[in-house]
């Protein structure tokens, strides 16, 4: 039986508080492309808002009951705070580190 591949692929550039990006959209449709022709089932994201990665989060945790292999892949700013690595939405607060991760992914 062959094994069940999924993934899930955020690509985030638009960023309204800080730099915006150039190449995240463009890596995650690569990145979701190559794995969906290599039997992935993908789910893709670009510019996703806090709430957005959320959903897409909750999204594929519930897939992974059907599946045999899981693959998260992000493109985008991130961040460490405190020792902690977040990924940081396209409507991240980056007023203080207070705000910063509770509107970021840890």
Not at 2 to 29: E, F
Not at 37 to 53: N, Q, S
């Amino acid at each position: 039986m062959p094994k069940r591949l999924t993934a899930l692929v955020i690509g985030n550039a638009a960023y309204t508080q800080i730099n915006k990006l150039s190449n995240p959209a463009n890596d995650a449709t690569d990145v979701a492309a190559k794995l969906a022709a290599r039997g992935f089932t993908v789910i893709e994201k670009t510019d996703c808002t806090h709430k957005e990665m959320d959903h897409a989060l909750k999204e594929f945790r519930a897939s992974l009951t059907d599946s045999d292999v899981a693959l998260f892949f992000f493109a985008g700013h991130g961040m460490q705070i405190d020792g902690e690595n977040y990924l940081a939405a396209v409507d991240a607060d980056f007023g203080n580190e207070t705000d910063a991760k509770h509107s970021s992914l840890p």
